[in-house]
């Protein structure tokens, strides 16, 4: 494994994912600083035009209506911080996918088996190299997204407005976390199926069915143990916590929400059934350039 790191940081593109994770997580927090900006006279007399105009056509409607919505810390959190961590998911896997099958698509992993034989061991230390590297990009780009974020929310609100539960820590571990299953599971996923397109094929996949199973849901009521298999919540419960009042879900309202410890088993049991069929796989195949 100490061998797998330091060919890895050797690398060049190391030092591009790393800069690349922190620029992706300095890239969030503008999309919701003038969310945190508490309302000014100005929002008040825009307000007031804007419902003078509506109010003949909306007799429910008064000035308040038509002001702009201010987050608090929470759900700068819950709204911002978490779901921008679940998006950057993807970037750590596309990462691992690109790094773990380069080797592959070079030839280098024939060369790698001539002075490692052992292909067990040479996965186990593959995975776990690309399970740390995932934890590490996700680490920068949620100490990069946090702290300008907690930065731009002090400078206009002031340290007073900070909560001492925010939930701001759970999101960066939880992220992390998510970051270390996402890179040994893409690592798993190149050495059951020889290469990086058909596991990146897959992965879109399963993102597009995921998200064409919530559009429906809308609609449809659909059986909620489909939900319970889903990665894309699990992610969430993992990250954002599903059961935390102040991120809305649905379709899962009203029943019964998944919890951080069910989502850590859930990953843990697809990290075990992906090793198992790498291994065969690893183990069976021919590897050629």
């Not at 060919?7 to 994912?17: D, E, I, P, T, V």
């Not at 907690?150 to 992220?175: E, H, K, N, Q």
């Not at 850590?264 to 069929?277: I, Q, S």
Request: aromatic share 10%; with cysteine; hydrophobic share 55%.
């Amino acid at each position: 494994m100490l061998a797998e790191a330091g060919r890895l940081r050797h690398r060049s593109r190391f030092g591009l994912a790393l800069l690349a994770a922190v620029l992706l997580g300095l890239v969030g927090p503008p999309l919701w600083m003038r969310t945190v900006v508490p309302l000014t006279a100005d929002d008040y007399a825009a307000a007031a035009a804007q419902y003078e105009v509506a109010k003949e056509n909306c007799t429910d409607c008064s000035v308040d209506t038509f002001l702009r919505t201010v987050w608090g810390f929470h759900e700068t959190v819950y709204i911002g911080i978490a779901p921008w961590l679940l998006l950057l998911t993807v970037f750590v896997l596309l990462v691992v996918l690109v790094y773990t099958s380069a080797d592959f698509a070079s030839g280098a992993i024939t060369t790698q088996l001539t002075f490692t034989p052992n292909r067990l061991k040479l996965l186990c230390a593959r995975v776990l190299t690309c399970g740390l590297l995932g934890a590490v990009l996700m680490g920068l780009s949620a100490v990069a997204l946090s702290g300008l974020s907690v930065v731009w929310y002090v400078a206009v609100r002031g340290f007073d407005s900070l909560p001492s539960d925010s939930g701001l820590l759970g999101a960066i571990l939880g992220g992390i976390f998510l970051g270390f299953v996402a890179g040994m599971l893409g690592a798993l996923l190149v050495f059951i199926l020889h290469g990086g397109a058909y596991p990146g094929a897959l992965v879109v996949a399963i993102l597009l069915g995921c998200l064409l199973v919530e559009a429906i849901a809308y609609d449809v009521n659909l059986p909620h143990f489909m939900f319970y298999l889903m990665p894309t919540r699990h992610a969430e419960s993992l990250v954002v916590g599903l059961a935390n009042p102040t991120y809305e879900q649905a379709p899962l309202n009203g029943t019964e929400l998944l919890t951080r410890p069910d989502s850590v088993a859930y990953f843990v049991g697809l990290l075990v059934v992906a090793g198992v069929l790498a291994v065969i796989s690893f183990q069976r195949r021919d590897i050629k350039n």
